[in-house]
């Protein structure tokens, strides 16, 4: 009873200090764009039209899933509402397996997607994200696509570049909390 009272209390504060927070804005044609660009920069031998399309889809289905998911507040916001039983979807693991599911539709020639994953620190929670790459390049040389982190307004970056989290494999950082090997 305690713990369920204590965690109805941890909710209202969020969504108390979330009314704050500002809505993010819908992409425009030259966010994807700019997109499309990165992606085909990836390699030479990245078509034009699956970057372009590749960006496209990233960008608007972060927006149907924030519609479909009810995402109004922050990320940290929402996962307390999705813990709470107040949303069913939202998590980051949610937007990485939905955004990879979607694009690897697509059956892209040029593209590979992955699945990565920051690790739990002292200070940070674990956080998973889709990731695009050239086909047959290393996720480290791609461009993490993370809707999560601004509430389904898609963040992207080079993945080397993203210093705010340290993406490794998904099945890498899996096996090291399973083994223990990670303190977290």
């Known amino acids: 009873m305690t713990r369920r009272l204590f965690a109805l209390w941890a909710v209202l504060a969020a969504l108390a200090i979330g009314g704050c927070t500002k809505t993010q804005p819908t992409a425009t044609q030259n966010d994807i764009n700019d997109l499309a660009q990165a992606i085909q920069s990836l390699d030479p031998k990245v078509d034009p039209v699956e970057a372009q399309k590749a960006a496209t889809i990233a960008y608007t289905y ?21 813990i709470n039983g107040f949303r069913e979807k939202g998590l980051c693991n949610d937007w990485a397996q939905a955004m990879t ?19 739990p620190t002292q200070f940070r929670i674990i956080h998973h994200s889709a990731l695009i790459s050239a086909k047959g390049d290393s996720m ?40 223990g090997e990670l303190p977290y």
């Open 62 to 82: 972060s927006q149907q899933l924030k519609q479909q998911w009810n995402v109004t507040d922050s990320a940290i916001i929402h996962n307390a509402k999705v």
């Open 101 to 119: 599911t979607r694009l690897r539709q697509e059956n892209f020639r040029t593209l590979d997607l992955h699945w990565a994953t920051s690790p």
């Open 140 to 179: 480290y040389d791609g461009i993490i696509l993370d809707p999560w982190r601004a509430s389904g307004a898609l963040t992207w970056a080079p993945v080397r570049e993203d210093t705010k989290y340290n993406w490794r494999p998904r099945l890498d950082v899996r096996e090291e909390l399973i083994s």
